[in-house]
């Protein structure tokens, strides 16, 4: 799936890009870009009244993200052939510097792609972090509830874990209903996250054994060759000595 931010269906063809060097550098900071937007998703589930005396923190950090993307987008009008053209043409990177938390629908090609097989580390990565973010979001859902018991960003971690891991202490749990739909988003994770690894296992083990029950090529490639005539050639010599196995036999 190509970057929503970049227009060109097909980078290696861009007329706008003919020396390639903008399809290298949206190949080589792409993922590390939806990384970097996954991983501040809480910013975008938290209502800002929610942040208390985070509120700088949370403002620091929608201002840093901006400046990344905006660096991003400065990067790739300069690669491009068309500066000005290419800017204009590419609105939806000019909004993700105005509001960085929108970056994370178009990261969501990452969550696509860890879905393949042989992407396995990817997956866990992505799960990581979505797992991190929804712990963030409950404890600032969680610190000041009435009847809460998750106080600290400490005991929001320990409980996501906990509860993605379906292990479930019961020493820590949401009261609110947002944090409740959190929890819900965790449990989905850990389910997901064990069928997805049992399947790779799986699959490992069921790749192997069909490697060891069929010959490899330099195997197949040891083996002579073998013609019909020469096929043909061993048969009649079976069928001769047969014959005169028979023709020699005992009299009756």
Do not use: C, K
């Not at 620091?60 to 993307?69: G, H, K, M, N, P």
């Amino acid at each position: 799936m190509a970057d929503p931010t970049d227009s060109a269906q097909d980078p290696g063809v861009d007329p706008d890009d003919p020396s390639g060097r903008l399809a290298s550098y949206l190949a080589r900071t792409q993922t590390a870009l939806d990384i970097l937007a996954l991983l501040t998703l809480w910013i975008v589930v938290v209502p800002p009244g929610d942040f208390g005396s985070w509120s700088s923190e949370a403002i620091a950090a929608r201002i840093t993200l901006s400046a990344v993307y905006a660096v991003d987008m400065y990067i790739r009008a300069r690669l491009a052939r068309r500066h000005w053209y290419y800017v204009r043409t590419h609105w939806l990177g000019l909004l993700v510097v105005v509001i960085p938390p929108v970056r994370v629908v178009f990261s969501l090609r990452l969550i696509r792609s860890v879905f393949r097989r042989g992407h396995l580390e990817r997956f866990l990565i992505v799960a990581l972090l979505l797992v991190v973010n929804s712990a963030v979001a409950v404890y600032f859902y969680e610190r000041h509830a009435a009847g809460s018991n998750i106080h600290t960003l400490g005991d929001s971690l320990w409980w996501a874990m906990v509860t993605v891991t379906t292990v479930g202490y019961g020493d820590y749990y949401p009261v609110t209903v947002l944090g409740r739909v959190a929890s819900l988003f965790i449990m989905a994770t850990g389910i997901l996250t064990l069928a997805v690894v049992t399947a790779q296992v799986a699959s490992s083990f069921v790749d192997q054994a069909s490697r060891r029950r069929s010959p490899t090529i330099e195997e197949r490639s040891e083996l002579p060759d073998v013609t019909l005539a020469e096929l043909a050639e061993r048969l009649a010599r079976i069928e001769e000595m047969l014959s005169r196995s028979q023709r020699s036999g005992p009299n009756p």
